[in-house]
């Protein structure tokens, strides 16, 4: 019950296509769903996160899409872009303590 | 901008040694976060700390240990470095509230 799944595990898209990664969950009482990326050789990186009471959030180039429902989400990186090329984390936590979940991580390459 | 570092970019350890990996972040937070990243495993939570001298275990708990004698500080220790243990740990800290602030990671070597 805390784990957090995430597909694909890799993904190829051409630049200014659309980069869907999707996450799942199946606790209930997560209340925190952060997304994460990842450049060679440093650490993970705040990208956007929601909470469930919004059904969608966007900033920039990058969506979250919510459905509590269903207990996935997923992240939308619009325009995608060479420099957009990282590791690409979900998590998910409950509470304030701070003690998110990881997914197992997407392998985005963006291709000129 | 929020700061964690690392001691060891790099680090090569015998079997049965015993290992300190040094955690330091400059913005007074109040939680710390050890992770250990694998290869299709994700980030996996070893212990935090939420206060000095508190700690609680994580996910993966066995065959460390941590310890937190200042508030800028928090160090992973292997008691006894086995090769399984070879990996990529990563160090984060926060405020009681969102978002974690990691550090680039220490790539550990068992041999």
């Known amino acids: 019950q805390q784990q957090v799944k995430q597909s694909p595990q890799s993904l190829i898209v051409q630049k200014g296509g659309i980069s869907i990664i999707n996450c799942a969950y199946e606790?209930?009482?997560?209340?925190?769903f952060p997304w994460y990326q990842q450049f060679p050789g440093k650490g993970p990186a705040l990208l956007i996160a929601i909470r469930p009471d919004v059904s969608e959030k966007k900033e920039g180039r990058f969506t979250i899409s919510f459905n509590k429902s269903a207990k996935q989400f997923s992240l939308h990186i619009m325009d995608s872009q060479p420099g957009d090329s990282a590791t690409y984390f979900c998590a998910a936590s409950r509470g304030a303590t701070n003690k998110l979940i990881f997914g197992t991580g997407t392998l985005l390459a963006v291709q000129p | 901008d929020v700061k964690v570092t690392q001691s060891s970019r790099y680090l090569v350890k015998r079997t049965g040694e015993k290992v300190f990996l040094e955690c330091v972040q400059d913005m007074d937070h109040e939680n710390m976060f050890w992770y250990r990243q694998d290869p299709g495993l994700g980030l996996r939570l070893i212990y935090f700390s939420y206060d000095v001298k508190m700690k609680e275990k994580g996910d993966i708990p066995e065959g460390y240990s941590v310890s937190r004698e200042k508030k800028e500080r928090f160090s992973l220790i292997l008691e006894s470095a086995s090769t399984n243990q070879t990996s990529m740990y990563l160090c984060?800290?926060?405020?009681?509230?969102?978002?974690?602030?990691f550090g680039n990671g220490t790539r550990l070597t068992v041999t």
């Open positions: 606790n209930t009482a997560f209340d925190y």
């Open positions: 984060a800290s926060s405020r009681l509230v969102p978002p974690l602030h």
